[in-house]
T-cell receptor, first 113, second 115 residues
Framework: DGGITQSPKYLFRKEGQNVTLSCEQN?????MYWYRQDPGQGLRLIYY???????QKGDIAEGYSVSREKKESFPLTVTSAQKNPTAFYLC????????????FGPGTRLTVL | KQEVTQIPAALSVPEGENLVLNCSFT??????LQWFRQDPGKGLTSLLL?????REQTSGRLNASLDKSSGRSTLYIAASQPGDSATYLC??????????????FGQGTTLQVKP
């Protein structure tokens, strides 16, 4: 089946640790996105990539890093510099054209212990 | 700066009612507007996408309208069912010099449909 997969579903991080969230898509989409969702709030854009080997910061990129070495994969690393990382993280993708829909993965819930 | 607001934040209705969810945005320079559904602890499912040149879109019991000039969209749900209980999010894709594909989201309306 075509779609977006995220792993793990739940992730626990100790203070000072870096953790990496996985996002894979088999939709042949060029563009991929990472969003953060906090309770009772909408989604905020962390990073996005419109093409392999290229990515740009979103609105809240501090404390996060990404890579886009393959079209199918867009992993997000939450570094120790991110002061409040506990949140629900959502990955999305689309063709990149102006009018098309964004498709979302099931999300990863990150909790700092 | 584009801002998206959804009112009400929560809504509880008896089964069978028709209902309207509201979304407003401050800047009419958008490519499109999307409505999403989110179940607790899950990702987002796209319900309807309205291009900036369109006035409405329909899918089954759902109808979304767009009035770009006034910065408003509504999602109409006919004959609501308990299975419609979820959080509904609207998002706009703003125009701009950098077409990033970025979406600006509202905070969502949490709907409960009681049997």
């Amino acid at each position: 089946d075509g779609g977006i997969t995220q792993s793990p579903k739940y992730l626990f991080r100790k203070e000072g640790q870096n953790v990496t969230l996985s996002c894979e898509q088999n939709l042949n989409h060029d563009a991929m996105y990472w969003y953060r969702q906090d309770p009772g709030q909408g989604l905020r854009l962390i990073y996005y990539s419109q093409i392999v080997n290229d990515f740009q910061k979103g609105d809240i990129a501090e404390g996060y890093s990404v890579s886009r070495e393959k079209k199918e994969s867009f992993p997000l690393t939450v570094t120790s510099a991110q002061k409040n990382p506990t949140a629900f993280y959502l990955c999305a993708s689309n063709l990149g054209a102006r009018g098309d829909t964004q498709y979302f993965g099931p999300g990863t819930r990150l909790t700092v212990l | 700066k584009q801002e998206v607001t959804q009112i009400p934040a929560a809504l509880s209705v008896p089964e069978g009612e028709n209902l309207v969810l509201n979304c407003s945005f401050t800047d009419s320079a958008i490519y499109n507007l999307q409505w999403f559904r989110q179940d607790p602890g899950k990702g987002l499912t796209s319900l309807l996408l309205i291009q900036s040149s369109q006035r409405e879109q329909t899918s089954g019991r759902l109808n979304a309208s767009l009035d770009k000039s006034s910065g408003r969209s509504t999602l109409y749900i006919a004959a609501s069912q308990p299975g419609d209980s979820a959080t509904y999010l609207c998002a706009v894709r703003p125009q701009g010099s950098s077409n990033t594909g970025k979406l600006i989201f509202g905070q969502g309306t949490t709907l409960q449909v009681k049997p």
